[in-house]
């Protein structure tokens, strides 16, 4: 509990700003919560319904709002703390100062694990498939009768489940490179981390640099979780992770250490101090993908470790619907199958998307670019898709790089609407069988964020079809 009249102050207007704001309120702090944007723009990225209400009920709880407004460090001394959204860099030089001048600076989930530390924590991390992994986790746990809410970097905020902290028994926390970065003695009962691959380097820098941020979460694991079949995480397990718990796909003799958890004659295995034991049967996911039989292991591996028995685990992977806006099928239409993997924001996501579908694929590509590796996910475009409808800022770019590699079956269309109109001409020409949405970008510029593009894609192609179907 803070000193009478203590002062703290939240940067960003999300939903972990609010829900950070709110608990440290409760807490008696005196708050400020501030956002850069103004409100037309904060209102754009959600309804104006939703935002207004928000802003209602912070000024209820004496809440200081400041919208289009930066923090001024002028008056440091009456600032005992503050707390930062997880879209917020690490190291502007406001938090630089900030730090320097001796006021505590933490992340939203920081704040939430203060408040949570005596409930055990699965937090889950890695470049692509956390999400999925999470909420397949979650899935889990909560067949088992947990009150397991799943928080972080997918559902609720983290500081949303402790103002409500009454009888949860596990969190399952979903964490962002950009929340670890921020959350210095976040220690889960058990740390999962899905894969390693180039992400978020704008930000991050160096690839050195963003693997010790991710592997801070590890670290302070009491127990760990890895994916096996990932090249770099294999690559750097035996001798860094060596009391770890390791999966793979491939089969026993491809696990990593005496312990963990594979998949053999259709069946995941667990491995532990104990002949091996067939949990649950893999054809129970309904999801597509080796990549979703890795998720599954991570997934069944968290849940046996926090002591879950199989009948929970295999009830609850044969009840998991997936996941939104990653290979989820919205409709087929005249024998196309139209699939939004809106949440592939990078080459590799994207990469996997591709592997995951029948060819041939009219595949929706663009968005505002990222820095990577693209030489993968060019490859398999040059395998699977009869057609690439290139979208928003990184159309030009797309194209020029698919005619490097000696592709030239692209059409720049811009807009989501003229793609996915376009996407079925295309579809029955080349017969082909899947419509995918898979960008390999970031949304920012012509979305707030990739939900809202896998909304748009949605909605597009059901009333798209819905029009067609009264003709």
């Known amino acids: 509990m803070p000193q009478s009249m203590s002062k703290a102050h939240v940067i960003g207007f999300g939903k972990s700003g609010v829900a950070a704001a709110r608990l440290l309120k409760r807490e008696g702090w005196e708050v400020v919560l501030s956002d850069s944007a103004n409100a037309d723009i904060l209102a754009s990225r959600s309804t104006s319904e939703n935002f207004l209400h928000q802003q209602q009920e ?7 709002v400041k919208l289009g407004y930066s923090l001024d460090l002028n008056d440091f001394d009456l600032l005992q703390l503050i707390v930062v959204s ?17 006021i505590e600076t933490i992340g939203e989930m920081e704040l939430a694990w203060r408040h949570l530390q005596t409930i055990p924590w699965v937090g889950i991390t890695g470049t692509n498939g956390k999400t999925t992994t999470t909420a397949l986790t979650a899935a889990i746990f909560q067949a088992a009768g947990f009150n397991a809410p799943a928080c972080g ?15 949860i028994d596990w969190v399952i926390a979903e964490f962002s490179s950009y929340q670890i970065e921020s959350s210095n003695t976040v220690a889960p009962r058990i740390g999962v981390w899905t894969t390693f691959t180039p992400d978020h380097l704008a930000r991050h820098k160096t690839l050195e640099k963003y693997y010790d941020i991710k592997a801070q979460l590890l670290r302070q694991s009491e127990l760990q979780v890895f994916n096996g ?20 796909i491939k089969g026993k003799e491809h696990l990593i250490g005496e312990k963990g958890f594979y998949i053999e004659d259709g ?11 067939r949990i649950v049967e893999v054809s129970a996911l309904r999801m597509v993908g080796e990549h979703n039989q890795q998720n599954l292991l991570m997934s069944v591996a968290a849940a046996r470790l926090a002591g879950i028995d199989s009948l929970a685990i295999s009830e609850a992977i044969r009840e998991f619907p997936g996941v939104p806006h990653r290979l989820e099928h919205i409709c087929t239409w005249e024998n196309v199958d139209f699939i939004n993997d809106s949440k592939a924001t990078n080459y590799d996501a994207a990469e996997v998307g591709l592997a995951s579908v029948k060819s041939p694929v009219i595949l929706i590509a663009g968005g505002e670019a990222k820095a990577g590796d693209d030489t993968a996910w060019l490859e398999k475009i040059k395998a699977k898709a009869a ?17 490097e590699v000696g592709y030239d079956s692209y059409e720049i269309v811009e807009t989501m609407e003229k793609a996915v109109k376009r996407s079925l001409e295309l579809a029955k020409q080349h017969q082909a069988s ?8 970031a949304s920012f510029d012509q979305y707030p964020n990739f939900e809202a593009r896998g909304d748009d894609f949605r909605m597009l192609c059901l009333n798209h079809f819905l029009k067609a179907k009264d003709r």
């Open 58 to 64: 912070l000024a209820a709880l004496a809440i200081t």
């Open 86 to 102: 997880p879209g917020v860099p690490w190291d502007i030089p406001l938090l630089v100062k900030a730090r320097e001048l001796g």
């Open 153 to 167: 970097n997918i559902g609720l905020a983290a500081c949303e489940v402790a103002l409500s902290q009454d009888g």
């Open 229 to 248: 079949d990932d090249a770099h995480l294999s690559k750097v397990g035996a001798s860094q992770w060596n009391n770890a718990y390791w999966t793979t």
């Open 267 to 277: 069946w995941v295995v667990e491995l532990n101090n104990s002949p091996p034991q």
């Open 387 to 403: 057609v690439v409808l290139l979208i928003g800022s990184a159309a030009e770019s797309f194209a020029k790089r698919l005619e």
């Open 434 to 441: 899947v419509v995918l949405l898979s960008p390999a970008c």
